[in-house]
């Protein structure tokens, strides 16, 4: 990517899966943009999962020392999905926070 030397994002909220997807490109892809998130010192607002494509931003993005804000509805907390390197904020609902 180009370098963008006045960074406007602070946060960026990514919407991606709890499974790896079929194909590599895919995980590939997801640990690139964590990659690029880390280079610009932008933090990640996601999913809260720990596992799939949003285990692997997460943890990308956290290794490389931004905040990583985990957004997970209250029904999803018992199946304790959420990874450990994340502050976490439990919602009613998708549509809530």
Same mark, same amino acid.
């Given at each position: ?23 590599? *490109?895919?995980?590939? !892809?997801? +640990?690139? %943009?964590? =990659? ?8 990640? &607002?996601? /999913? ?22 985990? *957004?997970?509805?209250? !029904?999803? +907390?018992? %199946?304790? =999905? ?8 439990? &919602?009613? /609902?998708?549509?809530?926070?």
């Amino acid at each position: 990517m180009a370098e963008n030397t006045s960074n406007n994002f602070k946060r960026v909220c990514v919407f991606c899966g709890s499974h790896p997807g079929y194909r590599q *490109v895919f995980s590939d !892809a997801t +640990v690139d %943009l964590g =990659i690029e998130l880390v280079n610009r010192k932008i933090d990640l &607002v996601y /999913g809260g999962g720990s596992v799939g494509l949003m285990g692997l931003i997460s943890q990308k993005v956290y290794d490389g020392g931004c905040h990583v804000l985990g *957004v997970i509805p209250k !029904a999803l +907390v018992p %199946l304790k =999905i959420s990874g450990e390197t994340v502050e976490v904020k439990i &919602v009613g /609902g998708l549509l809530e926070y």
